[in-house]
């Protein structure tokens, strides 16, 4: 597709359960990151990839959060047991390069914790 | 430290009226990019504009037009002659030169009344 795809938009789990979150990001883009937004507040970094390398993780709130980038295109980001308190929007950005770039946003996944 | 503040939390105006949103950033870097998102409902962020912190020239596009003034830090955001279209929210951005990780501001939600 044209933009950055992320599934599921909508994603309900219950109290420690695990989950993952998926993101296509646009072909060709080198850079991609995974950010978290909570309603009503702006996104925060959460982890950034370089192809496949796994740059700068300082973001993830705790180890439970892990993102990986196998093959330097799709990412996954994983929550393991997770938490009300990990309620919020993930969001997926892409950009060609490393700094200065234009990212470009998935819609994000929507993830309530019950 | 990076930070960017917004300080107008939500704005209502009547269709047609003229619009300011304001921004206001902190960084020790003396090279950064400034950007402005728009997220409307559907919670993608579209990108509206960037800009690199040695270039001072105001920009208009269409109905928009940015004011960066590195002396007060601030880069704000004008909508001209509103439509309800233009109703989302609004986010700043700062980014380090070499890096795309976005520092957000808590975001300035636009309501445009008919």
């Known amino acids: 597709g044209a933009g950055v795809s992320q599934s599921p938009r909508y994603k309900v789990a219950k109290r420690g359960q695990d989950v993952a979150l998926r993101c296509d990001p646009i072909?060709?883009?080198?850079?991609l990151f995974w950010y978290q937004q909570a309603l009503g507040q702006g996104p925060e970094f959460l982890t950034y990839?370089?192809?496949?390398?796994?740059?700068?993780k300082s973001g993830l709130p705790s180890d439970r959060f892990f993102a990986e980038r196998p093959e330097g295109s799709v990412s996954t980001l994983k929550i393991q047991r997770t938490q009300q308190e990990d309620s919020a929007v993930y969001l997926c950005?892409?950009?060609?390069?490393?700094?200065?770039?234009?990212?470009?946003f998935g819609q994000g996944t929507r993830l309530t914790v019950v | 430290a990076q930070k960017v503040t917004q300080a107008q939390t939500e704005i209502s105006v009547v269709e047609k009226e003229d619009v300011t949103l304001d921004c206001v950033y902190e960084?020790?870097?003396?090279?950064?990019?400034l950007f402005w998102y728009k997220q409307p409902p559907s919670g993608e962020l579209v990108f509206l504009i960037r800009?690199?912190?040695?270039?001072?020239q105001n920009e208009i596009s269409g109905r928009y037009s940015w004011n960066f003034q590195k002396s007060t830090s601030s880069f704000n955001f004008t909508i001209t002659a509103s439509q309800v279209v233009d109703s989302a929210v609004y986010f700043c951005?700062?980014?380090?030169?070499?890096?795309?990780?976005?520092?957000f501001g808590s975001g300035t939600k636009l309501n445009v009344k008919p």
């Open positions: 950005a892409s950009s060609l390069a490393e700094g200065g770039a234009e990212a470009f």
């Open positions: 072909s060709g883009h080198v850079s």
């Open positions: 990839f370089q192809n496949e390398a796994q740059l700068d």
């Open positions: 960084t020790r870097d003396t090279t950064y990019y």
């Open positions: 800009r690199n912190s040695f270039d001072e």
């Open positions: 951005a700062l980014t380090p030169y070499n890096f795309n990780k976005f520092y």
